[in-house]
């Protein structure tokens, strides 16, 4: 059996550039407040030495409950290594300034030039850095846990594995309408994000449980009945994919103003689940036939342990290749609707947002060719990481 090593290291030992540039990414997108920030990275005041970019950068991953704004009178101010944040406003660069001037009014130099407005376009790369790569890596996990769940129960059970009896079924009903019933009554009383998904996990638990008990334990009834989860399954992904992914996307975003980071982030998981599924359940296929399969079945494991301990380790190398490009689709998506004004929320900042500004005004042509490159060369190195042999 493999280990994840095993499928890192060739990564790294053929994609040496590739790696390098992806590290720097991730460097980028874990320190992006305190590369780019109008705030000192270290400044001596009243009260002794103090750390606002830091405390800033604390503040947005919500370690810190006020952000830290009192620092004009600080002395012995060491300034970030570009004095400028994604929102920051340069009066004297506004009108778009191109790129490798200075400012007239506060003498800093705009590397890649300004928007209208005199944002730091250098700046709003950086933190265009970390929206990418947060939707990115939550929509590719988000999507991947129930795809490949599904995928596997879809290529291992197929139509003819689960059997129920018509006893199970009439007392099993009532059960998941009641359990339905308390979770939207819950639910409207819980307005954390975070909880609902805690309730939600633990209805959708209890319910595989009675299942399993009923179908599996009492053995209700005489006669079985097959359930054709692999045609349900399929015929409701046939359905979502008749459908063009950016249209179904634009569809949803109708119910949304401008929508919120987590929405857009479970709006493209929503269509990206299907590809895991597929993927998932063709692998299953393949590898249920094997000998050390029939070998388990016929010594009793049951069907979790040879899915989970059998099954999934020999599949998982494919599912990790179609993580790498559902992580690259999910960017490229959110750049698109960005570009064309049906992105985040106005005070996000995104390559896609960037791209749009430039489009409004083309001789600016600083604000289409450099996210245009940052987002060709992310794409463009995932896809030569998981395909270059």
Request: aromatic share 14%; hydrophobic share 50%.
């Amino acid at each position: 059996m493999k280990t994840w090593n095993a499928y890192i290291k060739p990564f790294i030992h053929r994609h040496d550039l590739i790696s390098a540039f992806l590290a720097m990414h991730i460097f980028i997108l874990l320190f992006s407040n305190i590369l780019a920030n109008e705030k000192p990275l270290l400044c001596h005041c009243k009260s002794g030495w103090k750390f606002p970019a830091f405390h800033d950068y604390l503040y947005v991953l919500g370690l810190s409950m006020e952000d830290f704004e009192n620092y004009a009178a600080c002395d012995h101010v060491v300034k970030a290594l570009i004095p400028f944040s994604s929102h920051t406003i340069d009066p004297g660069a506004s009108g778009y300034l191109p790129p490798f001037r200075k400012s007239p009014l506060t003498d800093h130099r705009h590397w890649l030039g300004t928007d209208a407005l005199g944002r730091d376009v250098l700046s709003g790369l950086i933190d265009g850095t970390r929206t990418a790569w947060v939707i990115g890596l939550l929509a590719t996990l988000i999507s991947m846990v129930p795809g490949v769940i599904l995928g596997l129960m879809a290529g291992y059970w197929r139509n003819d594995r689960i059997r129920f009896s018509l006893a199970s079924f009439f007392i099993l009903l009532p059960l998941i309408s009641l359990l339905a019933y308390e979770f939207f009554a819950i639910n409207g009383l819980i307005h954390s994000l975070i909880l609902k998904s805690i309730v939600c996990i633990f209805f959708i638990a209890l319910t595989v449980f009675m299942i399993y008990l009923i179908s599996y334990k009492l053995q209700l009834g005489n006669r079985k009945y097959t359930f054709p989860l692999d045609h349900i399954i399929f015929r409701t992904i046939d359905a979502l994919e008749s459908i063009p992914k950016l249209f179904l996307l634009m569809s949803m975003i109708v119910f949304f103003a401008r929508p919120s980071l987590i929405s857009l982030i479970l709006m493209i998981a929503l269509i990206r689940w299907s590809l895991f599924v597929i993927v998932t359940r063709s692998s299953t296929l393949k590898e249920s036939v094997q000998n050390y399969v029939i070998s388990a079945k016929n010594l009793g494991v049951s069907d979790w342990k040879i899915m989970t301990y059998h099954i999934w380790p020999n599949i998982r190398s494919e599912v990790l290749v179609t993580a790498v490009y559902t992580f690259g689709a999910s960017i490229l998506l959110e750049s698109t609707l960005s570009f064309i004004g049906l992105g985040l929320k106005l005070e996000s900042v995104s390559w896609g947002s960037i791209l749009n500004e430039g489009r409004q005004y083309l001789p600016a042509w600083w604000l289409t060719v450099f996210p245009g490159i940052t987002i060709f060369t992310l794409l463009w190195a995932l896809n030569r990481m998981i395909t270059k042999k």
